[in-house]
């Protein structure tokens, strides 16, 4: 018989569940993320002056600031909003940049083994720039606009500053990873 799941502690936003020997976290009220992967300039992958859009704002639980794809909560104001309408709004708001296309590239995890929150990635592209971007209230939004060939190295610079790295950056930095290792001299 397979035990049933238990909710341990339920806050405003987020709840801990134990299931058998599992405990993990979940977002309240079935509100998931929409992250945006935004690029400028040229058609996708046909440039080499390609600019990502990222961000970069304090997060408490890691206590310093952190390097991120812009990202935003769905639903956490409006119950049954939609994924695409959530990410126009969250990009403009954190980055100032509007897109003239937004194309869904999936629902994924980024920590499957200690929570259950899920997020949409959604491609932005044609932007405009229509404000400062900043986020809302007291967010304190830094705006990062990067050539994508700068990518690896803004995000080590950021990383000798303090900054730490959210997990979907290493969508922008797979190419680096996934070259061969150099063979050893002989």
């Known amino acids: 018989m397979t035990q049933a799941a238990e909710t341990v502690w339920e806050g ?3 709840k801990v569940t134990k299931h058998g020997t599992w405990e993990y976290v979940s977002r309240t009220r079935n509100v998931t993320a929409a992250v945006i992967l ?3 300039d040229a058609p996708f992958g046909q440039a080499p002056d390609r600019h990502v859009i990222l961000v970069e704002q304090y997060r408490v639980p890691l206590g310093s600031m952190s390097l991120e794809l812009p990202a935003g909560l769905v639903g956490h104001d409006e119950e049954g909003e939609e994924i695409a309408a959530a990410a126009v709004r969250e990009l403009e708001e954190e980055t100032g940049y509007r897109a003239a296309r937004m194309t869904d590239l999936g629902r994924f995890h980024a920590s ?3 929570s259950s929150e899920a997020f949409t990635l959604l491609r932005a592209e044609e932007l405009t720039k229509v404000g400062e971007g900043g986020g809302v209230e007291n ?3 830094l705006v990062h606009r990067v050539k994508l060939e700068d990518v690896p190295a803004f995000v080590e610079a950021k990383r000798r500053e303090g ?3 959210d997990v979907k950056i290493l969508l922008l930095l797979a190419g680096l990873f996934l070259q061969p290792l150099s063979a050893p001299d002989r």
């Open 38 to 40: 935004a690029l400028d």
């Open 112 to 114: 499957p083994g200690m």
């Open 12 to 14: 405003k936003y987020i």
């Open 163 to 165: 900054a730490r790295v």
């Open 139 to 141: 967010e304190d939004i």
